[in-house]
């Protein structure tokens, strides 16, 4: 897995760097879970039963 962070010609890099990629991609996807969570509970409150939701992620 580490390897493959790696970009072209940045090859080996630091622990840091690999560290940090790894903080920022689980910061994303503690936003997008955050944000998913608060589309469904919005959905549920303006909603009938009858209808569907549509929920879609934005992603950054």
Known sequence: MVASLGGAGRWPRSRNDVVQKVVDELRNTVHNLASL????????????????CSLKINSR
Do not use: D, N, V, Y
């Not at 969570?37 to 569907?52: D, F, I, P, V």
């Open 37 to 52: 969570l608060l589309k469904t509970q919005r959905c549920r409150e303006t909603s009938g039963s009858s209808q569907k």
